[in-house]
Structures are given as structure tokens and as C-alpha cells.
């Protein structure tokens, strides 16, 4: 049974800083391209970042990018997500993902086969 696990949201003020963990079992992680998602109230979800199988490549959305950085501990089964200068509009459910196409580094919904139950991020002004 395939099982990703969120940890590390909450709230935090503007300017703050949180770093999400999300923990893999029940697949061979390291084959798995990762990705972090999020999804606001009434809007949809949203590419943040990803990274491929080794970590030697990664993508950022433009939104976040030079705030948010992506990084993956294959020995732990873990994928982070740092998250710096939090703003506002960064308030979301935030999303791991796992694509069994471990070589590329997906940014759409579709290109992800498993997920997990999300973690909250609130970031008041």
C-alpha cells in the first residue's frame, strides 16, 4: 500500500519561514519523481515545485521561485520543501506527490500517480 505522509505545516506570520517533510512507504522512492502541490479555497491545485528520481534536477514554479527550494533524501524516503519569505497567498493545502517516471521532473497534476492527504499552511499579514 502506497502511503505519502505531509508533516511541517502550520501557521506562521508573513516573512516566516516553515519547511514541509513528506515521507514515502510503500514504494521504491527512489524511482519516483516527487512534487509539491498546493490548492487554495475555491481555487485549483497548483504545480509548486518538483524534482526528479536522483535530485540532480528540479523545477520551481515561478511564483515561489527564489523563496522555495525543493530538496530529497532517498535514504529517508523523504522529499522537503523549504518555504521562506512566506507571503499570504501562499495560504494553501500543500500536496506531495509521486510519479512513477522517475527520470523527468513533472509540473502538471497529470503527471503524478499518488498523493497524499495534504497539509495545511497559513501565513497571516
Known amino acids: 500500500q502506497v502511503e505519502l505522509v505531509e508533516s511541517g505545516g502550520g501557521l506562521v506570520q508573513a516573512g516566516g519561514s516553515l519547511r514541509l517533510s513528506c515521507r514515502s512507504s510503500?514504494?521504491?522512492?527512489?524511482?519516483?519523481?516527487m512534487g509539491w502541490f498546493r490548492q487554495a479555497p475555491e481555487k485549483e491545485r497548483e504545480f509548486v515545485a518538483g524534482v526528479n528520481w536522483r535530485g540532480g534536477n528540479t523545477a520551481i514554479a515561478n511564483s515561489v521561485k527564489a523563496r522555495f527550494t525543493i530538496a530529497r533524501d532517498n535514504a529517508k524516503n523523504t522529499v522537503y520543501l523549504q518555504m521562506n519569505s512566506l507571503k499570504p497567498e501562499d495560504t494553501a493545502v500543500y500536496y506531495c506527490?509521486?510519479?512513477?517516471?522517475?527520470?523527468?521532473?513533472?509540473?502538471?497534476?497529470?503527471?503524478?500517480?499518488?498523493w497524499g492527504q495534504g497539509t495545511q499552511v497559513s501565513v497571516s499579514s
Open positions: 506527490a509521486a510519479d512513477r517516471r522517475g527520470l523527468r521532473t513533472g509540473e502538471k497534476v497529470t503527471d503524478y500517480d499518488y
Open positions: 510503500g514504494i521504491t522512492s527512489s524511482l519516483h519523481g
